[in-house]
């Protein structure tokens, strides 16, 4: 079953911009994982949260996480046409360390 | 530059072919995983090994066999390919616990 659902599925934006994308999911976690992709390439890890953090920040990236809805966001700040590429949110399953369950990704457009 | 190797970029295999797909990683990682990639259904994950000729199935194993005979090896075997096996394979490697994944480039594999 998928877990981690992003929303919206496509986000079409101007450079300079900022795009938030958001995650939900349906059990408990240990922690959510944030991932980008180029068309055609692997994942790139961006992110971690841990279930007991409710923000992060890595450069231009800031996720947030609210547990009590079970949800996640990350916004990109000053969004640049590179950031073009789908974005994946990953939950860690419960009970397991070994398995993250992706979710169906949003794609960033971002427009010069 | 640590590195996860799938072997072939691009394959294309006739229906009843048996496909390896090969991945190497020269981190050191325990955990290894296949995913496979389809347009609309997000990362699915096949198989993942959490040790040298361990194995157990992830979400859609039925068509594939899995073999970890060194720990940075990885194979991913379709005993005979079908049309619906057409798709993008994706290897990643991990440590254990927060189990951040670590991609390689992928896979595109049509079956005719």
């Known amino acids: 079953s998928q877990q981690g659902e992003e929303d919206p599925q496509a986000l079409s934006i101007q450079e300079g911009e900022n795009a938030t994308m958001n995650c939900s999911y349906k059990?408990?976690?240990?922690?959510l994982q944030w991932y980008r992709q180029n068309s055609g390439r692997g994942l790139v890890h961006l992110i971690l949260?841990?279930?007991?953090?409710r923000e992060k920040h890595s450069g231009r990236l800031r996720v947030t996480l609210d547990t009590s809805k079970k949800s996640s966001s990350l916004l990109i700040t000053a969004s640049r046409a590179a950031d073009t590429a789908s974005y994946f949110c990953?939950?860690?399953?419960?009970?397991?360390?070994?398995?993250?369950?992706f979710g169906k990704g949003t794609l960033l457009t971002v427009n010069p | 530059d640590v590195k996860v190797t799938q072997s072939s970029r691009y394959l294309v295999k006739r229906t009843g072919e048996k496909v390896f797909l090969e991945c190497v990683q020269d981190?050191?990682?325990?955990?290894m995983f296949w995913y496979r990639q389809d347009p609309g259904l997000g990362l699915r994950l096949i198989y993942f090994?959490?040790?040298?000729?361990?194995?157990e199935k992830g979400d859609i194993p039925e068509g594939y066999s899995v073999s970890r005979e060194k720990k940075e090896r990885f194979s991913l075997i379709l005993e005979s390919a079908s049309t619906n096996q057409t798709s993008m394979y994706l290897c990643?490697?991990?440590?254990?616990?927060?189990?951040?994944?670590?991609f390689g480039a992928g896979s595109r594999l049509t079956v005719l």
């Open positions: 990643a490697s991990s440590l254990p616990g927060a189990n951040v994944l670590t």
């Open positions: 059990t408990s976690i240990n922690n």
């Open positions: 949260i841990r279930s007991n953090e």
């Open positions: 990953a939950k860690n399953s419960g009970g397991s360390n070994y398995k993250l369950t």
């Open positions: 981190m050191d990682h325990e955990n």
């Open positions: 090994s959490y040790d040298v000729k361990m194995k």
